[in-house]
């Protein structure tokens, strides 16, 4: 069976702290897709990043970086020097081979000024 | 511009009563999805599609009804079957079932 969990409901830091969000997975395709989105207030969800499963290569784009680990089957996301703008419940989904998305329930993140 | 468009943004529907929740995207996308989202979950697929006139459902498509006339468009039908409808709609397409998905801004609906 497949399944994402983000342990963390909620987290709140100050403006400018570094936080990481916490994704882990379970299936046992070998070829699955792994993303994260962002939800901000407004409800649309906006695409951050997919990582297939043959590519383990961390990725940093400006603030955000993600950090894939098959053997600990986790895709944790980071924001470096957190901003209000930031402020959003984030999603971390699986999808296998030609199945269906799988979402965790999502992270509340609130960056407090 | 791209991108997927879903109205109304807010609905209210009285008990009994059936509404359509439109989605219609100008990707040139194959597949499209509707979601559920209720406060403090993530998403629930409700129904996707991979081609026009072919659906399947997802986990939670009890009292909703799709069609796919067209492959810019699926809509979906909340049914006076569904017992707890109110929630927020979210529709999404890909290229196909590998693609990460664009989201429309989605549908609130309230049952009243």
């Known amino acids: 069976a497949q399944k994402v969990t983000q342990a963390q409901t909620e987290i709140s830091v100050v403006e400018k702290e570094d936080v990481t969000l916490d994704c882990v997975y379970e299936t046992r395709d070998t070829t699955y897709y792994l993303f994260w989105y962002k939800q901000p207030p407004s409800g649309e969800l906006v695409f951050l990043i997919r990582r297939n499963s043959f590519d383990e290569q961390n990725e940093i784009s400006g603030r955000y970086s993600w950090n894939f680990q098959k053997s600990t089957s986790s895709f944790n996301f980071t924001i470096t020097a957190s901003q209000v703008v930031d402020s959003a419940v984030y999603f971390c989904?699986?999808?296998?081979?030609?199945?269906?998305?799988?979402f965790g329930p999502g992270t509340s993140l609130s960056v407090i000024p | 511009d791209g991108g997927i468009t879903q109205s109304p943004k807010y609905l209210f529907r009285k008990e009994g009563q059936n509404v359509t929740l439109s989605c219609e995207q100008n990707l040139n996308h194959d597949a499209m999805y509707w979601y559920r989202q209720d406060p403090g979950q993530g998403l629930r697929l409700i129904y996707y599609?991979?081609?026009?006139?072919?659906?399947q459902k997802g986990d939670i498509a009890e009292g909703y009804s799709v069609s796919r006339e067209k492959k810019e468009s699926f809509p979906l039908t909340v049914t006076s079957a569904q017992k707890n409808p109110t929630a927020f709609y979210l529709c999404a397409s890909s290229i196909d079932l590998t693609g990460q998905g664009s989201f429309g801004p989605g549908t609130r609906l309230t049952v009243l």
């Open positions: 599609s991979q081609i026009v006139n072919d659906f």
């Open positions: 989904a699986l999808k296998t081979s030609y199945d269906k998305v799988i």
